[in-house]
């Protein structure tokens, strides 16, 4: 909720983290639990993003885009095979809203507005999961899917994955300028 | 599931021309076929109920007629037609000659129906068409930003990021060039010219152009194939009855003399077809190839047998992907983008009286109307809360068995005070009827003021507002049951509050046998979609005194003197949706 | 519902602005109300979101520093964000204004990444407006619709469904409803 409500009570104790130094993480941000949080080089959080280790560790890639209000990590207690938690690959964007608690989301994955991937699915790599679609926990989604709709499914085709990159890339280079950076609030 | 919205329903008078509205004076005969028809309770769960009962704002009010109207009950008329996603104007002769779709490069993905964007394979796909004007050089494809689907998948690429339309009715899917049907027509004429000249004309357009040989055992599109058969059955019919040669150059012909005698004989079988019989120098044939239009396809079924065992249940389109499309697509590969339909500005007439109820500027970008004649302006609208606001919340449900108090607040448009009468069944009809009392059946309404009245309002709303409520506080703390009988709970200046109690039903049906009605034990056991909301139909008759209208006041001013004024009426069924019963 | 802290929710502007204390507003510098809107609890709205494209000189980066520009008589239900749309233009990756008209009333929980939206435009609850979207003037997006990106929506459409596509049309009955006016009045720190 409120960041200011937050604010006026006693902090809650830091996770442990390991922040790659070209990371931008907005103030914001919020990191809570008490396993490792690993993000990447080059990765942008930004502003109310929230990252929660209080079940099992996250560990998030180079060159990912973690968007507003969106929720990473396991919110529930993680079963044996799930101890490594959550891992992004790299170039992965997390869009405004989404709540991923994905054993892997592989390279390339976009995750679209207010999806929800449920606890210990595995997505694949260049895999889209539009706006507020759905993946049930336990659940492995193959390379390329493409999910819209009411939960239809489709496999891209397109082969443009690189192009994708390339753009992920470049909104990184914008957003690195726009969101000013304190990792100091998080170590 | 829980959360529920009162709701007041219209029942436009179009399907009931009984309850039409008619000056006072003029019809007496009238009233009494009227009293006989109020015996009838209008049932709002009735099949046929649900066509003709509208939100008010959905409904117009002719004027002349001084009626209803209702979608059914109104003409439209295309006043502009118009592409949904480029909003470009396209004039109504290009609809007729080009279809009803865009022909620019608006197109929605085959997929999913979301737009598809003209984008550079150099670029990446998000990019919107905003690469038109970068001048990238292509090749271009078009991509759904929604399903990532891209025209790529099925092989169709465009040279220019502009102009789609026009490309891919060249393109066939898989990239091969569909052959136009000018190309067609050419070809025609050139067998043609060979069949009656000899050679020499065929080695003339040698010459000049390169001609087109086409394959009599082709596979052809649809497009190419219907056009095929369309010129090959339209030299038949002119070779075959040289009196309708003329009228079968250009379209189906319907509208020359000879094909217009031809259908007249159809349909009379008397002389016409004598006559024509006699003319008729041969017999038509039926197409025998490719070129004519004749596809013979034994492959076909086998291929998709084959395709679908190889790729599987993934391959096929689905049903709302094939209706999106014109012809006949089995498989997603046959999918191609959908150019968008056009839509309409549309303006209504009164389907009675032809006078114009709605008329909206014909220009695409503006929403402003012309002649815009809603019924909200005209009848008394009616709003639904509960008494007790506190006991009553939208996600509540009735406790069955439990009368309960709604307020209805009318609130009148016109610029006259109105009197309204309302009446209700006791019991409202279906297998659980409820129980409804208007506490006060008959009130009057004040007239509506200006708008700057209200505007004046404004400013003091906070204060009328607190007495308001300081009143009804008041009377809520004077007694406990105090919505009296025959009494008007509220009043403002133009709107008046009256209470109606109800008592909903119990939705139980395993109830001892004496307690079921006859409908019960008849319709089984199960309480139905919809039969536990509590919808009581209330007939409202409205009476005012209005000025005359302007045609008669226009020609009897000289001879009523002050007597402009007349009294209306009008009357109608409504159908109020107060909330649902919980199961017991 | 806590609706009404002790504080009174509302902050009011000189131009009428109620804007909820809660509510998330990130870059306000760069955004523009044209008064008499009302901004609800936990409302986010990315005014830091700038566009960067073309690369201006430091000099007159003044030019372009309105990232969400918002008419009068709007209201942004609790939770819903407004976020300008970013993409790709010759190589270059930008954000780009959102610009909404007046008498705009988006519901709870949605998301905006519009480029454009008319006047007397009304978004249900839990609905996402895909980047680049043009919504058009007198238009209802009913609760939960998913409006798919460059989707350009006419005048009088009512959208629904996931994606979006258009369902019926406004009567010309439901245009004065849509007036916000008197939405604005009920809102208040009472």
């Known amino acids: ?187 | 599931m829980t959360s529920f919205t009162p709701y007041t329903y219209f029942l436009c008078p179009c399907t009931d021309t009984s309850t039409s509205t008619r000056n006072l004076g003029d019809s007496p005969s009238a009233e009494s076929e009227e009293n006989s028809d109020d015996e009838r309770t209008f049932d709002p769960r009735a099949a046929r109920s649900n066509y003709s009962l509208y939100p008010l704002e959905h409904l117009l009010y002719c004027e002349d007629c001084h009626q209803i109207r209702c979608p059914r009950c109104v003409l439209d008329e295309i006043v502009t037609w118009y592409c949904p996603n480029c909003l470009f104007e396209v004039p109504s002769s290009t609809v007729k000659s080009e279809g009803n779709r865009c022909t620019r490069s608006c197109f929605q993905c085959p997929i999913c129906v979301a737009p598809l964007s003209v984008s550079s394979l150099e670029a990446p796909p998000e990019g919107l068409g905003a690469e038109l004007a970068s001048g990238q050089n292509g090749p271009f494809v078009l991509n759904c930003a929604y399903c990532m689907w891209s025209s790529k998948e099925i092989e169709i690429q465009f040279d220019k990021p502009n102009g789609i339309f026009a490309q891919l009715a060249k393109i066939k899917n898989g990239g091969e060039p569909i052959i136009t049907a000018k190309d067609r027509r050419k070809d025609r004429e050139e067998r043609g010219k060979r069949h009656f000249s000899g050679s020499s004309a065929a080695e003339e357009y040698q010459e000049s152009e390169a001609p087109i040989t086409l394959d009599p055992n082709e596979r052809l599109d649809p497009e190419s194939q219907f056009s095929n058969l369309k010129a090959f059955y339209q030299t038949q019919m002119a070779e075959s009855s040289p009196v309708s040669a003329l009228g079968f150059t250009g379209d189906y012909g319907y509208g020359s003399p000879g094909a217009l005698s031809r259908i007249m004989g159809l349909y009379t079988g008397g002389s016409f077809a004598d006559k024509k019989s006699k003319s008729k120098s041969g017999t038509m044939r039926e197409a025998r190839d490719a070129l004519e239009g004749l596809q013979i396809d034994p492959l076909s079924s086998s291929e998709a047998i084959t395709k679908l065992s190889t790729e599987g249940w993934e391959s096929t389109a689905s049903c709302a992907q094939r209706h999106e499309q014109t012809t006949h697509t089995p498989f997603i590969s046959d999918l191609r983008p959908i150019a968008y339909l056009l839509r309409t500005k549309r303006s209504k007439r009164c389907k009675t009286c032809r006078h114009i109820l709605s008329k909206p500027e014909s220009k695409v970008q503006t929403t402003r109307f012309r002649i815009r004649l809603v019924a909200l302006n005209y009848i008394p609208s009616i709003i639904i809360k509960p008494l007790q606001p506190t006991l009553l919340t939208a996600s509540t449900l009735l406790t069955p068995l439990k009368p309960v108090q709604f307020l209805l607040t009318f609130k009148n448009p016109l610029f006259d005070a109105v009197k309204v009468t309302l009446a209700t069944p006791a019991k409202t009809p279906g297998r659980f009827p409820t129980k409804v009392t208007v506490l006060c059946p008959q009130f009057e309404v004040g007239a509506n003021t200006d708008v700057w009245d209200e505007a004046l309002r404004d400013n003091n709303t906070k204060s009328s507002l607190s007495g308001e409520k300081r009143r009804t506080k008041a009377e809520a703390s004077e007694g406990q049951h105090q919505a009296e009988a025959g009494k008007v709970w509220e009043r403002g200046r133009n709107w008046v509050s009256v209470v109606v109690e109800v008592v909903p039903p119990s939705l139980r049906i395993d109830g001892s046998e004496w307690l079921k009605s006859e409908e019960m034990k008849r319709d089984g056991e199960e309480v139905r979609d919809g039969e536990d909301v509590v919808e009581i139909p209330v007939f409202v008759r409205v009476e005012w005194e209005g000025e005359a209208g302007g045609e008669e006041s226009g020609l009897g001013g000289g001879g009523k003197d002050k007597e402009v004024r007349e009294k209306r009426e009008l009357a109608y069924w409504c159908v109020l949706g107060l909330g649902k019963v919980a199961l017991d | 519902m806590s609706k009404k802290p002790v504080k009174g929710e509302y902050i009011e502007t000189d131009t009428g602005n109620k804007v909820s204390r809660r509510s998330q507003i990130i870059g306000t510098t760069n955004i523009i109300l044209g008064g008499k809107t009302v901004i609800q609890a936990e409302v986010i709205i990315r005014g830091d979101l700038l566009r960067t494209y073309p690369a201006s000189n430091p000099s007159d980066k003044q030019g372009n520093t309105v990232a969400v520009a918002i008419g009068r008589y709007c209201f942004f239900s609790r939770g819903c964000e407004l976020r300008p749309p970013g993409k790709l233009y010759k190589g270059q990756f930008s954000h780009y204004p959102l610009k909404i008209a007046d008498h705009v009333f988006v519901g709870p929980s949605s998301i905006i990444e519009a480029a454009l939206i008319g006047s007397h435009v009304n978004i249900g609850a839990n609905v996402v407006v895909g980047k680049f979207a043009i919504i058009k003037d007198y238009v209802r997006i009913l609760d939960g619709s998913v409006v798919p990106p460059n989707m350009v929506i006419p005048s009088f459409s009512v959208v629904a469904g996931r994606p979006a596509r258009v369902v019926g049309e406004i009567a010309e009955g439901e245009l004065d409803g849509m007036d916000l006016r008197e939405v604005y009045r009920g809102v208040g720190n009472a």
């Open chain 1, 1 to 187: 909720m409120s960041s200011k409500r937050a604010s006026t009570m006693p902090a809650p104790p830091k996770p442990p983290t390991s922040l790659a130094s070209s990371l931008t993480i907005a103030e914001h941000a919020s990191l809570t639990g008490t396993h490792l949080i690993t993000l990447g080089s080059n990765t942008v959080v930004h502003p109310r993003a929230k990252f929660s280790s209080a079940h099992a560790p996250i560990t998030v890639g180079s060159n990912c885009i973690i968007c507003e209000r969106s929720s990473i990590g396991f919110q529930s207690e993680a079963s044996p095979n799930e101890r490594q938690g959550v891992v992004i690959q790299n170039d992965v964007v997390i869009e405004v809203g989404a709540v991923v608690e994905a054993k892997t989301v592989g390279e390339g994955t976009v995750i679209e507005v207010q999806a929800k991937i449920g606890k210990g699915a595995v997505l694949g790599k260049h895999c889209k999961i539009g706006p507020q679609c759905e993946i049930v926990e336990g659940e492995t989604v193959p390379d390329f899917t493409v999910v819209y709709g009411n939960g239809m499914r489709r496999l891209d085709n397109s082969g443009v994955e690189d192009l994708k990159l390339k753009m992920v890339a470049r909104q990184i280079e914008v957003l690195k300028r726009l969101i000013p950076s304190n990792p100091a609030k998080f170590q």
